[in-house]
């Protein structure tokens, strides 16, 4: 080989490598903020939720459910807005499995919304210990799904941040 072929050899071997460093450099901070992005809407969900868990036991408690409405559309609006978001954006680094598992847990956050939280208020005052139980055995059940796909985010979650060589925060295993 001779002294020309083997500086350009060099030189495309060189170009390689520091391609693939600039590529996984740039990278790698995208697939932060795109973990990061889905971390804190679930966390936002994870708070959202909790607080309107304790409303509807206050409502329930004084059997006042009129107070519940407001609250619940916030709540709604933003899954709604948080699912439009992730419908939209690229993917990055390998993202699609992570956003895909992200959106069928805010589908079944918002089917919870609609089919478990709104029926609480349409209860009155003179709503029975029956009908009250029903509608918490209805929260209940739903939030057997809703776990299975907050473990299903968590698996591609593991997987991503393992593919694009970042670690998770300890409690992100917790939720």
Not at 7 to 31: D, H, N, R
Not at 97 to 121: A, N, T, Y
Request: include cysteine; charge should be positive.
């Amino acid at each position: 080989m001779s002294q020309s072929s083997k500086s350009k050899y060099l030189a495309i071997v060189i170009a390689m490598i520091t391609g693939l460093f600039s590529c996984t450099m740039v990278s790698k901070p995208q697939a932060v903020a795109m973990n990061n992005t889905m971390a804190q809407i679930n966390d936002s969900i994870f708070y959202m939720g909790k607080e309107f868990g304790n409303m509807i036991g206050d409502a329930v408690t004084s059997r006042n459910f009129s107070c519940l409405a407001a609250p619940r559309r916030r709540f709604e609006e933003f899954i709604d807005t948080s699912r439009q978001r992730l419908v939209l954006m690229k993917d990055v680094s390998g993202s699609a499995q992570l956003r895909k598992s992200e959106i069928e847990f805010l589908d079944v956050e918002k089917h919870m919304v609609k089919d478990d939280f709104i029926p609480f208020e349409h209860l009155t005052s003179f709503a029975t210990l029956q009908e009250i139980t029903g509608l918490f055995d209805k929260i209940r059940e739903d939030a057997k799904v809703e776990t299975d796909k907050m473990g299903n985010f968590k698996r591609e979650q593991w997987a991503y941040a393992k593919r694009n060589g970042f670690k998770l925060a300890p409690n992100a295993a917790e939720r």
